[in-house]
């Protein structure tokens, strides 16, 4: 089937974000005396709250409290961008130029809340390159279910088999391969394991190897 539109997780993959969600999961953790690692804080990338908060009380025990740790997270992260802003993945640009430029439609697929994620990519001068932008909080399950990327390609006037899906996490592969998307891994903090494997059209070294990846 011919591929028409493209989907792309945010974090990590168009703006180089992933790095400090990790960085200030850890931090609020160990402001609350639980000693997340970097293992811990990788396991839980672009999963919705309640997965998240499962998988961490199943590591540190029912005492972790979720929702204190994630306000600590998002205040020490906002304080932190408020410093020092956002910058987006090498290649951000140029890729979704060449994307718009050649016809394809665009939808970003984010677990980051909508307000915030439409700030960040606005920041950086990217915003006005994607045509719907989805986030987990419209969906009613977050990666690794694949419901948001089920809606993205809706929203496009798409099938999710006419849509290519650029993620860099495990938990955002299984969504967006369980949704029929062909997807294409950008790794970031981490690189394909022999499991996520089979679940890839394609890795890609860096955003503009996508084009020659996809065969756009």
Not at 12 to 20: A, F, N, Q, S
Not at 21 to 50: C, N, Q
Not at 185 to 192: A, G, K, Y
Request: proline share 5%; glycine share 10%; charged share 25%.
């Amino acid at each position: 089937m011919k591929i028409k539109g493209i989907i792309s997780d945010m974090d990590g993959v168009i703006l180089d974000t992933e790095k400090l969600y990790v960085r200030f999961w850890r931090e609020a953790a160990s402001f609350y005396g639980f000693p997340m690692t970097l293992d811990h804080a990788l396991g839980i990338r672009s999963l919705s709250g309640k997965l998240a908060e499962d998988k961490l009380q199943g590591w540190f025990g029912k005492e972790f409290d979720y929702n204190a740790v994630r306000q600590k997270r998002v205040e020490l992260m906002d304080e932190f961008v408020e410093q020092n802003g956002i910058e987006p993945k090498p290649g951000a640009k140029a890729l979704l130029s060449y994307i718009k430029d050649n016809g394809y439609a665009l939808a970003l697929a984010t677990a980051t809340p909508d307000e915030r994620a439409q700030r960040y990519l606005k920041s950086v001068g990217l915003f006005g390159y994607f045509d719907q932008i989805v986030s987990a909080r419209g969906v009613e399950r977050g990666k690794p279910a694949p419901d948001i990327y089920l809606c993205a390609a809706k929203r496009l006037g798409l099938e999710p088999e006419e849509c290519i899906a650029l993620e860099d996490s495990q938990n955002g592969i299984i969504s967006a391969n369980t949704a029929g998307c062909k997807t294409i891994m950008v790794p970031d903090l981490d690189q394909p394991t022999e499991e996520i494997l089979p679940l890839l059209f394609g890795v890609a070294n860096g955003l503009e190897d996508v084009i020659n990846v996809g065969n756009l």
